[in-house]
């Protein structure tokens, strides 16, 4: 039994209801996690925030859909997992990658420093594997990338964890299992 259910637009106040239209206008719905952190306005202004500012930040789409997936699959989100794979089958990424990037490993070694790190940061707590972090300024990064890469972790664990909480009804389609 759920305790924390979706909320209706009239059951979040006006500052929630301000960015739920504004979701809706880009998105054509308000997603059932969206719409459940909207509970506080606050938290659904900071997470959306995060979110574009990182996206101004050196990640490319694909590199930051490879961190959504794989930290998704460290937390085992189930919500993320779908919406994100369904967000990357959008952008054009393949299935094949879809699924290696939760795995948490590609044959192209920049992406494959992102993803290891990514993983590292997400399994520990953010007590990221030493080796992890050297492979990553190895592969060409710097200190702002990882501070960077950090927040892309931190957002997604913030929608995986108000997942974990709620257990509110994934609204995409679901995820294929990984073997």
């Known amino acids: 039994m759920n305790i924390i259910n979706v909320p209706s637009r009239e059951e979040v106040g006006q500052d929630s209801q301000v960015i739920f239209d504004q979701i809706k206008k880009t998105m054509g719905k308000v997603p059932n996690l969206y719409a459940t952190i909207g509970y ?3 938290a659904l202004k900071g997470l959306l925030g995060l979110e574009e500012e990182l996206n101004k930040g050196i990640f490319t789409a694909k590199e930051k859909e490879a961190i959504n997936l794989v930290v998704s699959e460290a937390n085992h989100c189930d919500y993320c997992l779908a919406a994100h794979t369904m967000i990357a ?3 054009g990424i393949s299935k094949e990658d879809i699924l290696s990037f939760r795995k948490g490993s590609v044959d192209d070694p920049r992406l494959n420093a992102i993803l290891e790190l990514a993983k590292s ?3 520990q707590k953010g007590e990221a ?3 992890k972090i050297e ?3 190895a592969a060409g990064f710097d200190n702002s990338a990882v501070m960077e890469l950090i927040g892309l972790v931190i ?6 964890y108000a997942f974990a909480v709620t257990k509110i009804p994934v609204d995409f389609p679901l995820a294929d299992q990984l073997d």
């Not at 957002?155 to 995986?160: D, G």
Request: hydrophobic letters at 35%; a neutral charge; aromatic letters at 10%.
């Open 155 to 160: 957002l997604r664990t913030f929608t995986n």
């Open 40 to 42: 506080s306005s606050h």
């Open 129 to 131: 594997a030493q080796d």
């Open 121 to 123: 940061v997400s399994e």
């Open 135 to 137: 492979n990553f300024l």
């Open 89 to 91: 089958g959008m952008k």
